[in-house]
C-alpha cells in the first residue's frame, strides 16, 4: 500500500462516526408477526398469536397470559416491550441496554396509560 492509500484509510477510520450500540434497535417490522409499526400485532385464537404482543391488561406477553379478561389489540411500535419505558424510568444497565428484569419486577403496569411506571 502506498502512503496516499494509508492517509486515505487513516483519515475515514478517524472521521467516521460511531455508531450507537443497543442491545434491541428500532424495526420496521415485528420480529415475530411481521405487521408494521402501527399495526395490531397478529392474534390467533388456537396459539394466541404474536410471542411479541402484550396483554393491555397486565402489561405481560399477551401469548401467556391466562387471566379471564380481554387482553386489547396491543400495537407494534418498533421498539422491543419494555425498552422505552426502562429508558425514560432510568432502568438502563448501559447505553442501549434495557433493564428488563427490573422492570418487570420492580414496574407497576398501568393500564389507563399502557405504560410501565415506578412504584409510589
Given at each position: 500500500m502506498n502512503d496516499n492509500n494509508t492517509e486515505n484509510a487513516e483519515s475515514t477510520e478517524n472521521t467516521a462516526q460511531p455508531k450507537e450500540f443497543r442491545l434491541i434497535d428500532y424495526q420496521d417490522r415485528c420480529p415475530?408477526?411481521?405487521v408494521e409499526v402501527g399495526e395490531a400485532h397478529i392474534y390467533d385464537?388456537?396459539?394466541g398469536g404474536c410471542d411479541v404482543a402484550r396483554c393491555l391488561v397486565t402489561g405481560y406477553q399477551r401469548l401467556m397470559c391466562?387471566?379471564?379478561?380481554?387482553?386489547g389489540r396491543d400495537v407494534w411500535t418498533g421498539w422491543w416491550p419494555g425498552q422505552i419505558d426502562c429508558e425514560r424510568l432510568g432502568w438502563m444497565l448501559g447505553p442501549g441496554f434495557p433493564d428488563l428484569n427490573r422492570l418487570y419486577t420492580e414496574g407497576i403496569w398501568d393500564a389507563e396509560r399502557c405504560a410501565w411506571v415506578k412504584p409510589s
Amino acid at each position: 500500500m502506498n502512503d496516499n492509500n494509508t492517509e486515505n484509510a487513516e483519515s475515514t477510520e478517524n472521521t467516521a462516526q460511531p455508531k450507537e450500540f443497543r442491545l434491541i434497535d428500532y424495526q420496521d417490522r415485528c420480529p415475530d408477526c411481521d405487521v408494521e409499526v402501527g399495526e395490531a400485532h397478529i392474534y390467533d385464537e388456537v396459539d394466541g398469536g404474536c410471542d411479541v404482543a402484550r396483554c393491555l391488561v397486565t402489561g405481560y406477553q399477551r401469548l401467556m397470559c391466562d387471566l379471564d379478561h380481554d387482553c386489547g389489540r396491543d400495537v407494534w411500535t418498533g421498539w422491543w416491550p419494555g425498552q422505552i419505558d426502562c429508558e425514560r424510568l432510568g432502568w438502563m444497565l448501559g447505553p442501549g441496554f434495557p433493564d428488563l428484569n427490573r422492570l418487570y419486577t420492580e414496574g407497576i403496569w398501568d393500564a389507563e396509560r399502557c405504560a410501565w411506571v415506578k412504584p409510589s
